[in-house]
């Protein structure tokens, strides 16, 4: 088992900033590809950004790229979301993922789950 610890969500004006950690622990060897997901309320979980574990490959949905940054700490074995410039429409709570990677960064299998964060971000 991959037990998942979010962190680092809460409230923000517009073109603000928040940084979201993950620590991770536990069969943390068997892990391939760490992700962050959000849903908002009414709306279905949403894939937001994803980082292979060894390699480091990156992917982002349009929405976010640009303005959003997963990276990870292998030692500490923790990977982080930088959100900049935040709308809005980012508002939602953020689950941390981890599991297999597929053919490429794109595709995960993920099977450990946070508890989630809350972002929400005023107008």
């Known amino acids: 088992q991959v037990q998942l610890v979010e962190s680092g969500g809460g409230l923000v004006q517009a073109g603000g900033s928040l940084r979201l950690s993950c620590a991770a622990s536990?069969?943390?060897?068997?892990?391939?590809?760490m992700g962050w997901f959000r849903q908002a309320p009414g709306k279905e979980r949403e894939f937001v950004a994803a980082?292979?574990?060894?390699?480091?490959?990156?992917y982002y949905i349009p929405s976010v790229k640009g303005r959003f940054t997963i990276s990870k700490d292998n030692a500490k074995n923790t990977v982080y979301l930088q959100m900049d410039s935040l709308k809005p429409e980012d508002t939602a709570a953020y689950y941390c993922?981890?599991?297999?990677?597929?053919?490429?960064?794109?595709?995960?299998?993920?099977?450990?789950w946070g508890q989630g964060t809350q972002v929400t971000v005023s107008a």
């Open positions: 993922a981890a599991g297999a990677i597929g053919r490429d960064v794109r595709f995960g299998r993920y099977d450990y």
């Open positions: 980082i292979s574990w060894s390699g480091g490959d990156t």
């Open positions: 536990g069969r943390t060897f068997s892990v391939s590809i």
